[in-house]
């Protein structure tokens, strides 16, 4: 397991493409190196973007070469996380069902 703490970055609202693209990057690595399990600790973070959640989540499943759904695990989400983490999975799930 390899946790990735978001709140690490000391920002408490989280909306920049850059930075979301910049965590990418070490949950690329994770997946690179194997990890059987990802954690995202948004422990420290209010609130997050949109563009943030598709940069650091859509392009990530987009570009994968596996389902990589089962592998990462959220903690830490405030209601206004989830809420932007679930829309983003809610669209993800339709575009790969052909309803988008």
Same mark, same amino acid.
């Given at each position: 397991m390899i946790t990735i703490r978001l709140g690490a970055t000391g920002? =408490?609202?989280? $909306? $920049?493409r850059p930075m979301a693209k910049y965590l990418r990057e070490s949950i690329d690595? =994770? #997946? %690179?190196a194997g990890a059987d399990e990802i954690v995202l600790d948004f422990s420290g973070v209010e609130a997050v973007t949109d563009s943030f959640t598709d940069e650091l989540l859509g392009a990530l499943i987009a570009t994968a @070469? %596996? @389902?990589?759904?089962? #592998?990462l695990r959220f903690k830490g989400c405030t209601e206004a996380v989830r809420s932007a983490i679930e829309a983003l999975l809610h669209e993800v799930t339709a575009r790969r069902a052909g309803a988008v």
């Open positions: 920002h =408490a609202f989280l $909306s $920049s690595t =994770a #997946l %690179r @070469d %596996r @389902d990589i759904l089962p #592998l």
